[in-house]
């Protein structure tokens, strides 16, 4: 929802925009949700409340039961291990107002305006996030596909790093191919530079990117590492 909003609200930032896996609670927390998913989803709203709790009470057995639920190929002996206790690092409080914020945030009421196109890449066996929710979302998207990943989970992105890196880059190596007229063209006069991070004082602010650097998201995107690896870290 976050970055659809981003979509909506800064069209001309934007040629085109990649969702991986997204996860609409909301959607999955409906009372008809079994009818449009096919099955009665595993994070319905009983399961979203137990999270919630959870959060506050037991973040470990949390953390375990989501590490166990990202991916269709198994991680290895020391992986699952690892990502727990890196998402134990992040701050509880930031945790819950972030999956608070999720749970409650319903962008159906301004997908219909996003003009953006969107390319939705979703693993089949995503068990948080079940296929029907990217199709339902491209469907109410005016410009959307959906990219569907075999043996793939929630985080298609560790179970097929090649075929997500080059769904990626041929989505964006077709935008040099297509013609941009005036209208299209990305605002760029706008965006941020070096110096938005600058104090005056020749210090500089952290970036967005600076604060995910080192955390638990993104070690995600990282590869495998092996058990001797992870022993030195």
Sequence with gaps: PVALRYALDHPKRLARLVLIS????????????????????????????RWETELLEDRP??????????????????????????????AQHAQIKLFDSLR??????????????VTIV???HDRLSPLAVAQRLAERLPRAQVVELEDCGHAPFIDQREVVSKAISDLVNSLSDLP???????????????????????????TPADDLEGSAVSDLYQPASTGTEMERE
């Design 22 to 49: 997204p996860l609409i609670p909301a959607w999955l927390a409906e009372e008809d949700a079994a009818l449009w998913v096919g099955r009665q989803p595993e994070f319905d709203r009983e399961a979203q409340l």
């Design 122 to 124: 979703h693993g089949l």
């Design 180 to 206: 941009v007229s005036e209208e299209e063209s990305l605002d760029t006069s706008t965006l941020m530079d070096e110096n938005d991070f600058s104090t005056g004082d020749g210090d500089t602010l952290r």
């Design 61 to 90: 057995a949390l953390f375990e039961r989501l590490v166990d639920r990202l991916t269709v190929s198994p991680l290895g002996a020391s992986r699952p291990t690892w990502l727990v206790q890196r998402l134990l690092r992040g």
């Design 104 to 117: 409650t945030d319903d962008p159906d009421s301004f997908l219909s305006d996003i003009q953006t196109p």
